[in-house]
């Protein structure tokens, strides 16, 4: 009976340190998923800061090939992403899985967005240039069920004007034409 009271409490302390094991491996787990987590977080937050900053001031923005895209708009230190204004409004609240790659002659944002259909958007806008006098971008947006038709494009020049008017208060734009 020692034996066998032995052997019992042999095999509930294994299954004691087996649940153990299991606990600390568990635990182990969850906290490598956190950390993850934690990691990925920074890289959809990082993508404004990713993004050129535009000199504060009144800034013409000019299209050919899009009658929309022809305004003045007064920049400042807190409005400057030029995607959200001049590109997609909304577009952190509407676009996710955004990625930001250098290219020869610039940068290249790459995004899915959703905008008032149940169909999701592939946003790829090309840009470059200083930011400071003057910047260039090439805006693409397809169906992303229908990625081998195409899609919508248009290409935007903005240059720096100088300050803003009095009557253009920041944030805000005034079509040209």
Same mark, same amino acid.
Request: overall charge positive.
């Given at each position: 009976m020692l034996f066998n009271g032995y052997a019992a409490s042999s095999i509930g302390a294994l299954d004691e340190f087996t649940t153990t094991k299991e *606990?600390? #491996?568990?635990?182990?787990?969850r906290r490598a998923a956190h950390l993850l987590i934690? *990691?990925? #977080?920074?890289?959809?937050?990082a993508v404004a800061s990713d993004l050129p900053s535009r000199k504060a001031g009144l800034w013409?923005?000019?299209?050919k090939d899009n009658p929309f895209a022809n305004w003045s708009a007064c920049i400042d230190d807190r409005l400057d992403n030029f995607i959200n204004s001049d590109v997609w409004s909304d577009f952190e609240q509407e676009c996710e899985g955004v990625s930001i790659n250098k290219t020869m002659k610039g940068q290249k944002l790459t995004a899915m967005c959703k905008h008032g259909s149940p169909n999701e958007v592939a946003l790829i806008v090309e840009f470059s240039g200083d930011f400071q006098s003057r910047y260039q971008f090439r805006s693409t947006t397809k169906n992303a069920e229908r990625m081998d038709e195409e899609g919508q494009t248009f290409t935007v020049d903005g240059n720096y004007a100088g300050e803003c008017p009095a009557d253009l208060p920041p944030g805000k734009k005034t079509m040209t034409r």
């Open positions: *606990m600390k #491996l568990n635990r182990l787990l934690l *990691m990925l #977080l920074p890289c959809g937050m013409i923005i000019t299209s």
